[in-house]
């Protein structure tokens, strides 16, 4: 009897499943868009202004992606292309090291939102 209600509320647990785990992902997103944005170099505020961040469902797995929509954006984020900044706190390749520097809370968010 109990096989039936099991797999009855199977769609439901895997629908709640997706919302956390896309939710978790916002969440992780924010908080490493929020490191990166300290480590932005800023000259006019258009890189940190240009800054997205996407949640989607492709498979079975929720993908996150933050990015900028500055056209320079990628010459600013590349350790080869030599420049200096103004803003004392400004690195070269700022969103990767951005989110290495969220990893921990990131990683707690995500445990968060999967013991819910």
């Not at 629908?15 to 990166?36: D, F, H, P, Y």
């Not at 010459?75 to 004392?88: C, L, N």
């Not at 951005?98 to 819910?116: C, D, H, L, S, Y």
């Amino acid at each position: 009897m109990a096989k039936p209600r099991v797999v009855n509320k199977l769609p439901q647990f895997i629908a709640s499943a997706e919302v956390k785990a896309a939710r978790a992902m916002t969440q992780g997103l924010i908080l490493g868009a929020s490191e990166a944005s300290v480590l932005t170099p800023i000259d006019t505020s258009t890189l940190l202004n240009s800054q997205y961040r996407n949640v989607e469902k492709v498979g079975s797995k929720v993908v996150g992606i933050v990015g900028y929509t500055a056209d320079y954006a990628a010459a600013v984020h590349d350790p080869d292309h030599k420049q200096t900044f103004h803003r004392p706190s400004a690195v070269k390749e700022f969103l990767k090291k951005g989110f290495e520097a969220a990893e921990p809370n990131i990683r707690a968010v995500i445990k968060g939102a999967i013991r819910t």
